[in-house]
């Protein structure tokens, strides 16, 4: 069984420029979320996909976007970056259904500096 | 404003004591509690849950409390180990909605 894999894991990026982090969801598993993790700080809720549909959003700006594709894997886009995004974006993979505790699957997560 | 708190920012106990970490949470509505463990350069891996009407869980060296009246849960490692050194973070779902509300995280060590 495949687990969740994110890619680039470390990327630099200059303030205003775009970035595109990419993950597979573990096999199986229909549904994606994404959160991001300042340093010192829990994660924060981004989005969650299913089914290729925004299926909730947390509290950020609509610069942070995403997809989902056909085969469940999925991108989170930030245009315009801030110094703030700088952090580490965890990509989460939940199976068709779940189990109804909110139990996910983490991939190691791509870590953005924005300099 | 948050609604799951960790107060500690890191806890320091012997190899094999007992580790409690704390976790303090508002929202009453929550349905699910969990906790997970989390290494440098790995993602968060889930340890244990407990639903909301329950007050304790345990799964091998691993138990849960969960005081509603209080709004407080706690994660109980017996006897701790040198694997066990993590960050411990604990998190809180509703069943109507999607997504984890997570505290800011207890870094474990555990001294030999």
């Known amino acids: ?115 | 404003d948050q609604q799951v708190k960790q107060n500690s920012p890191s806890l320091s106990v012997q190899e094999g004591r007992i580790s409690i970490l704390n976790c303090d949470y508002t929202n009453s509505m929550f349905d699910y509690f969990l906790w997970y463990k989390k290494y440098p350069a790995e993602g968060p891996t889930f340890l244990i849950s407990i639903s909301s009407i329950k007050d304790k869980n345990e799964d091998g060296r691993f138990t849960v409390f969960l005081n509603k009246s209080a709004k407080h849960l706690s994660l109980h490692i017996v006897p701790s180990q040198p694997g066990d050194s993590a960050v411990y973070f604990c998190a809180a779902s509703a069943l109507s909605n999607y997504q984890l509300i997570w505290g800011a995280g207890t870094k474990l060590i555990i001294k030999p």
Request: proline share 6%.
């Open chain 1, 1 to 115: 069984e495949t687990g969740v894999t994110q890619s680039p894991t470390h990327l630099i990026k200059t303030r205003g420029q775009q970035v595109t982090l990419r993950c597979s969801s573990q096999s199986g598993h229909n549904t994606v979320s994404w959160y991001q993790q300042a340093l010192g700080q829990g994660p924060q809720f981004i989005f969650q996909y299913y089914r290729e549909e925004e299926n909730g959003r947390g509290n950020f700006p609509p610069r942070f976007s995403g997809l989902q594709f056909p085969n469940y894997s999925s991108e989170l886009n930030v245009n315009a970056l801030e110094l703030d995004d700088s952090a580490l974006y965890l990509c989460a993979s939940s199976p068709p259904g779940g189990d109804g505790t909110g139990e996910l699957f983490f991939g190691e997560g791509s870590r953005l500096t924005v300099l």
